[in-house]
């Protein structure tokens, strides 16, 4: 069994065992909080003294916001203040009533305490259906973003499905963990071969559409950056994906050239194949862990907290540490008379990239 089907198959049964607030019945709250820097709102990290966030109204529906905010708390909805009170407590606002007074379908809260927001708990609440005990998900809304990951993620599972059909020893070589820890190559046919080799490209267009639409996911659900251009339609989300998944597969590309370039001048010739394909297989392990999570996340209506985002950034800088470590042990150990060379050869091809893409990000 692959590991790759081990991973659905793990994350599918888990799913089996969600709680039951889990299952759109409670849908957590994700704050945010605006960065002078950026001139935007972004993910909050500790609950200070001001957080924001917006929520959807809608007419008719018998969901509630629930709000629990600790002493002298201010709650303002589009700037207005609708509430304020000296001691901590805990209040709801109906969706519907919301859609009335403000005649919007989304509605955009503040709340603000001196005394910092740190027990702050909010949450929509869906009741549920008494005539019904199921433990389906509760009916969710169609949206062109909904519709489009449903429809991204069957295409998805597609190409995956015919990459396997074609499956060989290179293809296999992509997806082989055990050369991870290997310092010397036992099989050499997938590191006789250019980028532009058929059988790569393959590999690196599936991972390219994985990882678009993870990024995707993560613009709509935690990150909500200001683009310049907002897809707003199912096919204009999808032209989005390609243009996302393109950008994925020039980064490939500009890695490749980038280990193919140092290798020549600090004469490490022999080991840029290694390099680059390790490099790719770290990124092969670390884009489907999280695409699993954002299917979860999907699947359930929003399972995941604000926080989860940023443990997974944690998690993927964890990964690209832990790539570095291997090929300092695998150059050491095949060049370790050129330790000087060494350093400046993995700072240019790796730490220094690694340190402009977290600076990026941030």
Not at 76 to 91: A, M, P, Q
Request: proline share 2%; aromatic share 18%.
């Amino acid at each position: 069994m692959t590991l790759l089907r081990k991973l659905l198959i793990i994350s599918l049964f888990g799913l089996l065992f969600l709680p039951e607030n889990s299952l759109g019945q409670e849908q957590e709250i994700r704050y945010y909080e605006y960065d002078n820097n950026l001139k935007s709102y972004v993910p909050a990290v500790d609950l200070e003294e001001r957080v924001s966030f917006f929520t959807k109204t809608e007419n008719g529906s018998k969901a509630l916001l629930n709000i629990c905010f600790p002493e002298e708390t201010s709650i303002f909805v589009n700037n207005l203040l609708v509430y304020s009170s000296v001691e901590g407590n805990c209040i709801n606002y109906s969706l519907d009533s919301l859609h009335s007074q403000f005649k919007t379908d989304s509605v955009f809260f503040t709340i603000y305490s001196e005394n910092g927001l740190e027990t702050l708990k909010s949450k929509i609440v869906i009741p549920r259906d008494p005539e019904s005990d199921s433990l389906f998900l509760a009916k969710r809304e169609n949206t062109p973003e909904r519709d489009f990951f449903i429809i991204a993620t069957l295409l998805v599972l597609f190409l995956i499905g015919l990459w396997k059909l074609d499956l060989n020893a290179q293809s296999i070589g992509h997806i082989n963990v055990s050369n991870l820890l290997a310092v010397r190559v036992r099989d050499s046919t997938m590191y006789n071969t250019t980028f532009f080799q058929i059988d790569n490209l393959k590999f690196f267009g599936i991972l390219s559409v994985i990882a678009g639409l993870t990024v995707m996911y993560f613009n709509a659900h935690f990150l909500k950056l200001i683009l310049i251009y907002k897809p707003d339609t199912v096919f204009s989300l999808l032209l989005s994906w390609i243009v996302n998944s393109g950008a994925y597969f020039i980064f490939l590309y500009l890695k490749f050239l980038l280990v193919t370039f140092f290798s020549e001048v600090y004469n490490f010739r022999s080991f840029r194949y290694i390099q680059y394909y390790d490099f790719i297989r770290f990124l092969f392990l670390g884009t489907i862990f999280i695409f699993l999570m954002v299917a979860v996340d999907f699947i359930s209506g929003g399972l995941f907290a604000q926080s989860w985002f940023i443990w997974t950034l944690y998690f993927s800088i964890l990964i690209l540490l832990v790539y570095v470590i291997l090929t300092f042990q695998k150059l050491n150990k095949l060049f370790s008379n050129k330790k000087l060379h060494l350093f400046f050869y993995l700072c240019a091809t790796e730490i220094i990239p690694i340190i402009l893409i977290v600076k990026i990000s941030r």
